[in-house]
């Protein structure tokens, strides 16, 4: 019977994490070239249904710019020109999209068309707190095997002192 168990519970848990990672599908991207101070057209594809997907920039050691909130279809795809603000120094970002889903991407901030100063010359802020957000699904999915692992620990643990023969006990024949 305890193997049987163990069994079911080893299918189990081999499962939960190709679940988690089925969907992957979320996904979103930036077309043409991104300048501070000047358009960005973004696009997302396999977000909840009509979900606001919040739009940011992100860099180690900033803060993240908040660039706006999209709102996705009843598909979960949107597509949208929003406004890179023109204290965004150039450089290398993370594009994150958050919702319900979320989804990242690398995105090269250029120096601002107009010929206007940039804002390099101003300082960076001290480390900032750096956000790590995980796909929902996938901590999700973290969360349930970390949950079915410790209760096959302890149903296992259980089960080998419940069903434990007493010392000196063996085999009659």
Known sequence: MIRIAAAITFVVLALIPLATLAHGGTTVSVKGDVRANGPIEIVGAEFAPNDIVRIELRRVSTQPVELGRIPADANGNFTETLHVPASVTA????????????????????????GAPSSAEQPMPAAAAVENHRPTGETVGLALFTVA??????GLLWASRTHARPAGAGHEG
């Open 91 to 114: 450089g290398l970002y993370q594009l994150a999209a958050d919702g319900q889903e979320s989804a990242t991407a690398e995105v090269t901030v250029l120096e601002p068309a107009t």
């Open 149 to 154: 692992t410790a209760l096959v620990a302890v």
